[in-house]
């Protein structure tokens, strides 16, 4: 069984940069798209740029839940809940701005 946890242990431990790598790549990507799109004067601009922040959001969401796994700590515990929080209320709000832009484009 420690073997098994063990193992666990150092894939989560791996996983976990990988996930915030992924999430800040689609973050920086999104960013140069965005700025790109707002000197085109693309329409869709605001909208493209949430998305892609939501989605690297997302991704490092997921690396904070999976840091949850390895935490043994009250205070790490605790420091980990709140990241967690923080970014999916972020998140939460970023969808929230992607529906109301999406109705603003239905209307028109």
Do not use: C, N, Q
């Not at 790598?21 to 605001?46: C, E, H, M, N, Q």
């Not at 999976?66 to 929080?85: D, M, N, S, Y």
Request: avoid cysteine; aromatic fraction near 8%.
């Amino acid at each position: 069984m420690e073997i098994l946890e063990l193992i666990l242990h150092y894939l989560v431990e791996a996983t976990i940069p990988v996930f915030e790598l992924i999430g800040v790549g689609i973050i920086i990507a999104s960013g140069i798209r965005g700025f790109y799109s707002y000197v085109s004067r693309k329409p869709d601009t605001k909208l493209a740029l949430a998305k892609g922040l939501a989605m690297g959001l997302e991704f490092k969401l997921g690396s904070e839940i999976l840091r949850t796994v390895v935490v043994r700590e009250w205070t790490e515990i605790a420091t980990v809940a709140g990241i967690i929080a923080l970014r999916a209320s972020l998140t939460f709000l970023i969808h929230w701005e992607i529906k109301e832009e999406e109705k603003g484009i239905d209307a028109d």
